[in-house]
């Protein structure tokens, strides 16, 4: 995992992981999506906010740091 408190560069990092994900989405072949809202600058390095469209329901919010979000769903996003 990458110590973003070391990081003199963190906000530079922040931005290019923004420009990178930010309103980006990934719609699976049942239908269900995942949109990039935000990547955030926070105390412990960057985060990202994302919505998750699951059937006809209302779009859940979700948080995570950009290190688990990239574990989880980087696949998608980063080619």
């Known amino acids: ?11 530079k990092t922040t931005a290019e992981w923004s420009e990178k ?3 980006k989405s990934f719609t699976f072949e ?5 949109e990039v809202i ?3 600058r926070r ?3 960057p985060w990202v906010t994302f919505h998750i469209k699951q059937g006809p329901g209302i779009p859940r919010k979700l948080v995570l ?5 990239l574990k989880s769903y980087g696949h998608l996003f980063v080619k």
């Not at 995992?1 to 906000?11: R, S, T």
């Not at 740091?65 to 979000?69: A, K, N, Q, R, V």
């Open 21 to 23: 994900l930010t309103g």
């Open 65 to 69: 740091g950009l290190d688990e979000f």
């Open 30 to 34: 049942d239908g269900d999506n995942i």
């Open 38 to 40: 935000q990547v955030k």
């Open 1 to 11: 995992m990458y110590n973003y408190e070391d990081d003199e560069d963190v906000e």
């Open 43 to 45: 105390e412990k390095g």
